[in-house]
């Protein structure tokens, strides 16, 4: 069978709709897009789907106030685009949700032979409230801060739509690649991806754990390994590709491979670069810069400048155990370090700064673009 997965996001309305216009009546459905990819990250492109959305209300798995179905066909580009409010309704009204007693989720269940046999499941929170709706139940118009996210989720719209493809055979351990969204930091001038591998969202904290991400060993793909209840082995690879998605763990050696090999992880064509096309492992120089532009060298530092770094944990390399989440964040950098290791910021209170780690370490990942 055909694996499929999805990415999706909610539209609001445009910026130039004012609080006045917010105040009249407000429409009875909301806008929303998926984009539908196979496992091999291949557009599923022209193909009618079956879809149940669900809008849960609290919490990702909360009370279901409205459930409704519909048939939709994806386009050209992958895209399949609905009106929730507009489908066959089987649970609630969606003319009368009370908006403003959320947080809201939506839950989306997608068959893409077309039927009600839903296979692809995503649940994903509403970050920015159908303005126009919410207002019809809190007579509020938008404010400052509303306009602001709607910028912001527009430009997370233009980004779905033209997501670079990640390396072949990349094994996602959500299911779901990384969204691809760019932030600069315009004191270093460089642009990254605004979050880590495997990460879910941007880090609303430095203990967000939906920020957290993967945790990779140095110069390895996305083979399986970097999810963090992967399995483990003790048997070091001869080759750069293990053949398996386990973490290779061993308190003999600094090294998952054996030979080791320095030159993994090289630019954007290098090899394993686990990063989307056009994205690569930044070199030491690159990530020194970006700890020099920070207000502190600390995790306070890291949260408040434009990468947002969590503080992820790592997974040692003895026997593979995770530690140190939500005290200490550890971001690999492509370059070799000598002997056994490489170079990476290392983010803990008192002590930030660039060391060389044991490759067979697993640590996060955060993708400079070329």
């Not at 893409?112 to 839903?118: E, H």
């Not at 159908?130 to 007579?139: D, F, I, Q, R, S």
Request: include cysteine.
């Amino acid at each position: 069978m055909k694996n499929f997965y999805f990415t999706s996001l909610v539209l609001t309305l445009s910026t130039g709709f004012l609080s006045q216009q917010a105040k009249a009546q407000a429409p009875q459905s909301m806008s929303y897009q998926s984009v539908i990819r196979s496992s091999s990250n291949a557009l599923v492109a022209a193909t009618p789907v079956g879809m149940q959305i669900s809008l849960l209300q609290g919490t990702a798995s909360g009370t279901a106030v409205y459930v409704e179905t519909q048939t939709a066909t994806t386009n050209a580009n992958g895209l399949v685009s609905i009106e929730i409010g507009t489908g066959t309704a089987t649970t609630g009204t969606f003319s009368e949700i009370d908006w403003a007693t959320g947080p809201y989720f939506i839950k989306t269940e997608i068959d893409p032979a077309g039927g009600t046999s839903y296979a692809i499941t995503g649940t994903q929170q509403v970050m920015s409230v159908p303005y126009a709706l919410y207002a019809k139940t809190a007579e509020n118009g938008i404010t400052t801060a509303q306009a602001n996210a709607i910028v912001t989720m527009q430009a997370q719209i233009t980004a779905l739509l033209t997501q670079p493809a990640y390396p072949v055979g990349s094994v996602f351990c959500t299911s779901i690649p990384t969204l691809v969204i760019d932030v600069t930091n315009p004191t270093t001038g460089k642009t990254w991806m605004d979050r880590n591998l495997g990460a879910s969202q941007v880090a609303t904290s430095s203990t967000d754990a939906a920020a957290y991400g993967d945790l990779y060993q140095w110069g390895r793909g996305s083979d399986g390994h970097q999810c963090r209840n992967s399995a483990t082995t003790t048997v070091l690879s001869t080759t750069d590709q293990p053949g398996n998605g386990n973490f290779i763990a061993s308190g003999a050696s600094f090294d998952w491979r054996n030979p080791n090999n320095p030159n993994l992880w090289q630019g954007v064509n290098g090899i394993n670069n686990p990063c989307p096309s056009g994205y690569r492992l930044p070199t030491v120089t690159e990530l020194e810069a970006e700890l020099t532009s920070w207000s502190s060298n600390d995790p306070a530092g890291a949260f408040a400048s434009p990468l947002k770094l969590p503080l992820a944990g790592a997974r040692e390399r003895t026997v593979g155990a995770l530690g140190s989440v939500g005290t200490t964040g550890i971001y690999w950098s492509g370059s070799d370090g000598g002997g056994f290791r490489s170079s990476a910021l290392n983010i803990r209170t008192g002590d930030t700064m660039m060391n060389n780690n044991a490759r067979i370490n697993g640590y996060s990942v955060r993708c400079l673009k070329n």
